[in-house]
């Protein structure tokens, strides 16, 4: 294996693994498992210079962390559940899939304790009644002790929960709990509810890079190549290309000069503008009596620069 491969983690299973597909297929990248669907090995057929490797998410945000690999895609759940998370591993992009909320949730039948003000107030009590500190189960230590302390909360233990942290209260193990919900239909269903001012972080899968993992400028050129793929795919979606005839490019440029402020980018003949604004510039260059005016959506957009790839250059240091 050639010394100047990236690394790549992509979840190995599961309907993340679907969902990672999904997304590099979006962005016309084909990823290939090596040995066949049970391989822990893939490549990203447009895009030799990685080399993929499927894990579990958790792997994955370890792999960040210490530096054994250079890209992946976890949950941030996970990532931010690291020790000194932020000066490991960047986040490059949120993904828009693997939602998932990290919330309090307390028993239903605790009709008093609606906010973590309530929940402050219950501790005291708790702790004067007992002698006992409140349990809360959690597999999010990091994340439970920083919220908590951020809203004073101070009279609790964690419970490390190493199975369905759902059922710690119902099982005796613990008073509360801090988990992940998506629906809420599992809280429910353990006569949980979460706090109205309980929620920790509004997770989704991320594509990462690792500050802690050696890298070659090899490897960090095929990370700058794929992360221009994936931006100009993400501004692509979000945006038309809005065109007009060749001789009429001074009065169009002078209408739709203002809309460069508002992110619009231009083109040959043309702008690249959010779809939000669509018909503001379409009214502006009818104004100006320019036309008649295309409007395509592309695959791609591509720029001159790309943002996530200069941030991680200077994190990495890698600048001349």
């Known amino acids: 294996m050639s010394a100047d491969l990236l690394t790549f983690g992509l979840f190995s299973k599961g309907r993340l693994k679907e969902q990672a597909e ?3 297929a979006d962005c016309g990248l084909t990823l290939e498992a090596d040995g066949g669907e049970r391989g ?22 370890q792999g960040l962390d210490t530096g054994e690999i250079h890209l992946g895609v976890s949950g941030e759940d996970l990532l ?6 932020d000066a490991h591993v960047l986040l490059l992009r949120a993904l828009g899939f693997g939602r998932a909320d990290l919330v309090v949730a307390a028993p239903a039948s605790w009709i008093d304790v609606e906010t973590m ?34 809203h004073g909360v101070v009279d609790y233990r964690i419970v490390e929960s190493s199975g369905a942290t759902e059922g710690a209260p ?7 709990i801090v988990d992940i919900m998506t629906t809420g239909a599992t809280l429910r269903a353990n006569g949980l509810r979460p706090l ?32 221009g793929v994936v931006e100009a ?12 005839p060749t ?51 592309p695959n791609f957009a591509f720029e001159k620069r790309t943002e996530a790839a200069e941030t991680l250059e200077q994190r990495l240091g890698l600048r001349a």
């Open 117 to 150: 003000v309530d929940l402050e107030e219950v501790g005291a009590a708790y702790v004067a009644r007992t002698g006992r500190r409140m349990r809360v189960a959690t597999k999010y230590m990091v994340q439970t002790r920083g919220f908590f302390a951020a």
């Open 80 to 85: 931010r559940e690291r020790e000194a998370a």
């Open 233 to 244: 795919r993400a501004r692509a979606r979000a945006t038309v290309l809005v065109s007009w």
């Open 196 to 227: 109205a001012d309980g929620l920790i972080l509004k997770s989704q899968a991320q594509l990462c890079a690792s500050l802690a993992a050696d890298w070659t400028k090899a490897q960090f050129a095929q990370a700058a190549r794929l992360l």
């Open 247 to 297: 001789e009429q490019e001074t009065p169009a440029r002078s209408a739709t000069e203002r809309f460069l402020a508002r992110g619009a980018t231009r083109r040959a003949q043309g702008l690249l503008v959010g779809d939000d604004d669509l018909l503001d510039v379409a009214e502006a260059l009818a104004a100006a009596s320019v036309g008649p005016v295309s409007v395509v959506h």
């Open 40 to 61: 822990y090995v893939a490549a990203i057929k447009e895009l030799p210079g990685i080399r993929v490797l499927l894990l579990s998410a958790a792997d994955i945000a």
């Open 22 to 24: 999904d997304w590099l």
């Open 170 to 176: 119902a099982a005796g193990q613990a008073e509360l």
